[in-house]
């Protein structure tokens, strides 16, 4: 397994794990100190991490920024089917 799918394999179980609105965001600074890599600088890594979410899971829609701000990351919206803690607004009527 490469860097790539290992991160979009933590990013994924991460999120759906810990969302209970769908929404999740993964700083670069922190995936880069969980990885050792060097986000947002390698794009080619970048690219290939989004690639991963979208072929193996198909459950979110994930955004990225291509900025050289560390703060910056990956934007996460998960399908609420996926979540194990997400609030079901219907529940509410």
Same mark, same amino acid.
């Given at each position: 397994?490469?860097?790539?799918?290992?991160?979009?394999?933590?990013?994924?179980?991460?999120?759906?794990?810990?969302?209970?609105?769908?929404? /999740?965001?993964?700083?670069?600074?922190?995936?880069?100190? &969980? $990885?050792?890599? =060097? !986000?947002?600088?390698?794009?080619?890594?970048? @690219?290939?991490?989004?690639?991963?979410?979208?072929?193996?899971?198909?459950?979110?829609?994930?955004?990225? /920024?291509?900025?050289?701000?560390?703060?910056?990351?990956? &934007? $996460?919206?998960? =399908? !609420?089917?996926?979540?194990?803690?997400?609030? @079901?607004?219907?529940?509410?009527?």
């Amino acid at each position: 397994m490469d860097i790539a799918e290992k991160i979009a394999d933590y990013m994924v179980e991460t999120g759906i794990n810990n969302t209970s609105s769908g929404n /999740y965001f993964f700083r670069y600074d922190g995936i880069n100190q &969980d $990885f050792g890599c =060097y !986000l947002p600088k390698d794009y080619r890594l970048l @690219d290939k991490i989004v690639n991963k979410v979208y072929e193996k899971y198909g459950v979110a829609i994930c955004d990225l /920024y291509y900025s050289d701000n560390p703060n910056d990351g990956f &934007d $996460f919206t998960f =399908y !609420l089917e996926y979540c194990p803690n997400a609030e @079901d607004d219907n529940d509410n009527m």
